[in-house]
Structures are given as C-alpha cells and as structure tokens.
C-alpha cells in the first residue's frame, strides 16, 4: 500500500497514511533499539484501507532500516 496506495486485500484506493505522533495515543507503533526510549525509537508508519480495515506498517526511513539491521544482528 505504501508504493501502490491499493490495498492488497480488497483492491481498493481508499488508503489512510497514520504517521507517528508521540503526543496523541495509538498514533502508530515504535521499535526500540535501544534502552533509552527517546533515543532509540524508530517509527513505524501505518497504512489503513478505509474500505475493508487491512493495515500495513511501513519503517520509510533507510537510515532507520540500517539501524535496525545494526541492532537486530543482521
């Protein structure tokens, strides 16, 4: 959905990007890289079909992505 803006599920184009907000609850989801919150966290970014509620979750950022595969051992 991210590249397509189609979902894969239904086919529909009614797709809704939910960046990362850190002051507004559910906003998207985070890794933690690290044990200090704030300086470790990598958003995750949702992409929801508003037609039939299919989610993706998207790291966007490449640097974000080389620090996961830092962190994670690969």
Known sequence: MLH????????A??????????GRYASGNNIYTSSLTLAGKI??????????GYV???VENPEQL?????SFGR
Do not use: A, F, H
């Open 13 to 22: 184009r009614d797709i809704q990007r939910i960046p990362d907000n850190p």
């Open 56 to 58: 993706e979750n998207w």
């Open 43 to 52: 958003p995750v970014i949702r992409y929801v079909c508003l037609s039939c």
């Open 4 to 11: 397509t803006r189609i979902c894969p599920k239904c086919g």
């Open 66 to 70: 080389e620090k996961l595969r830092r």
